[in-house]
């Protein structure tokens, strides 16, 4: 995809691959300060652009061999400075040439770095590892490199709008990995009800009732509060463990050098690493242990106290160490830390009172006395606060029962259609709290059940159904007749199981089957005119719908009726329909035909197809042509005190009822006849081959038109007869007179 700036990362690596270097030139010259950057946190200065080039000849190699990345060209070739340098370290600084590139993507098998396979084996890295290449592009740019949308926006072909877009939905990918890495080795409902919601719960996204249940649970389970602990470093520390994850430990180095963001603990960390890699190689391994160590856990309690600044416990670690008695157990905290309260409190008291006081002092303690602190901790009022558990309660897909017969209240028995669900219940293991499901539905369903199904006993009357076996209840069916009607809330039904204190609930709608209804729409005359045919479209109102749409076909003698978007409509002429704006209660639509002209009764038919949800009706009409009006026309003579030229026949040519309207005149004449043009305001006149024919028309009729006439001969016959057809919208008339009318009278 182009854009702007030019092609992006993928579209080059491919051209590159099918022998284009100078697309290569392009990568190389958005990269390339990148990967000195890496190079300079891994040797000296001077020796920074040997080894990014050396890094960058090798990914071409990968490239034109078919390997190397798709999309995340900085990525991989920062992690290909690193592995070429671990690879000079291991020869001893010596360059080996090598034609397999393959040894480069994969690490050395003779150089082990504890820390980075820490990070490599942790859920985080292992949840961006699965994650699609698309979105670790966008979070390394985003997350690890800071740069803004703007930057990343041509190295991924996107707008910069779309790469905000596409980094949001990576950071939601990778928490709902993340979470996937710890669900299969959860233990227990309560943990997998709050593990699941651990992601929510970080972005504060659960309702009061939910964050309250996962403040209880955290507060009693060190394990679920270990993976919250670590999920809030995804949330907020992701460079801290992306880049040690795929760069080494000198991925810090480079993270401080790329920005100034927290320059001064980071900065401090990254220049203990560059200190340390200067002597050997496995003292840089076990310095570099140290800093992301450090690193991670000063950024995990910045995220959890959102405080930049590092806490004093943490910030100063190398004083702690020497004042420890050599003999005493050792205070480092475990991996996993159950709690966050700071770990440095206990090595000072526990080696000088715990020995002396204890032993002198306990010879004569009476037994009753002992048991009585363990037996009284353990028995606090058992808690009764609910806990949703989603993965109680499932409602599967129906299935078409077919025409089953039902029994409703009353005996009343019959056939129906009917739809069978399946409701599954997973209980705890070795639940023994009852487990009840409660069956709620619309006015247009009714009870669901006929007697007990097997391992459970129903009440109808309570709505209720109770399990026979808390422990493995059997899948419990039921069967809905297939609704021929009403709203969706009349056609959902609901189910609520509760077990203890776990309760969950799920609902599903039954669709209607679609049904015609000849009272749902009515075509109504409108205002009488002899020109227009005015409809009126209306709509019977309903609850049970959610839209209606009236699609209007019509003959070709007819035009689309509808005028802009009447109230409470919007139509399109273009596809020739007309949705409500107003479903339940849809407003009368004024559709509006000329009268059409005179041909089959097919161009004359207009069809009104009305949908309203799931109920349906289709109207038609044919529409009359133009018809005959004989008081439409007159041929005026006028008299000789009106006569505007008494050298000539003159002829008015009067139109009744037709003000305001368009007029049609057709005027034939016999040969003995000559047309002399007159002055006719707002006519307009086109005169046909036929030298004795002419068709004159007006859009706003408002007088009569004046016809003059010069008779050569006098006579009765056709030669001496004028004929006019004249049309008003639909309305017709012919009519005729002869000039002169005899030889004595004009």
Known sequence: METPEGPSDAELIARVRNGDLEAYGALFGRHHHAAERMARQLVPANDADDLASDAFAKVLDALRSGGGPD?????????TVRRVHIDRIRSGRKVQATDDIAAYEREPETFDDPTVTGFESGAAAKAFASLPERWQAVLWHTEVEGEKPAAIAPLLGLTANGVSALAYRAREGLRQAYLQQHLADVAGDRCRWTTERLGAYVRGGLTK????????????????????????????????????????????????????????????????????????????????AVVVVAVAAVLAAMALTGNDTPPAAISNPPSQQPTQPPGTAPTVPPATPPSVKPPTAKPTTAPTTAPPTTAPTSPEPTPGVTPTPPGTTPTPPLPTTPILDEGLLTISAPRSGGSTPTTRAGGVQGQAASEQWIITITAPAQNANPIVVGLKYGSALHWPLNGDPRGWTCNQAAGTCTADNSSAPQPLPVSFDTPTGGSAADRTFTVSAKTGRLYDDDSATLTAPPRTDENLLKIVDGTADPDVHHRILTVAPGTDRTS????????????????????????????????????????????NFDVPEDSSAAARTFTVAATAGLVSDTDSEVLPGIRPDESLLQIVTPSPSTDPNPFLYNRFLKLNGATNRRVTLDITWGRSLQFVPALNVGWTCSRSSDINSMTCWTDNYRKSFNSQWAAWLPGTGSSNTITVHAQVGGRKDTDSVKIPPSTTRR
């Open 71 to 79: 999309i995340s060209f900085r990525a991989y070739l920062l992690t």
């Open 209 to 288: 009732r939910e964050n309250r249940n996962v403040r209880e649970h955290l507060d009693d389970c060190a394990k679920c509060t270990a993976v919250y602990l670590e999920l809030v470093e995804v949330n907020s520390a992701l460079p801290a463990l992306l880049a040690p994850a795929l760069l080494g430990t000198a991925g810090l180095g480079y993270l401080a050098a790329a920005s100034g963001a927290k320059v001064g603990f980071v900065g401090f960390l990254a220049t203990g690493w560059k200190k340390a890699t200067e002597n050997s190689t496995r003292t840089a391994v076990g310095a570099g």
């Open 548 to 591: 209606v749409t009236l699609k209007l076909s019509y003959g070709s003698s007819l035009q689309w009726p509808v005028t802009g978007n009447p109230a409470g409509w919007k139509c399109s002429a273009s596809t020739k329909t007309c949705t409500s704006l107003t479903p339940a209660k849809p407003a009368p639509l004024p559709a």
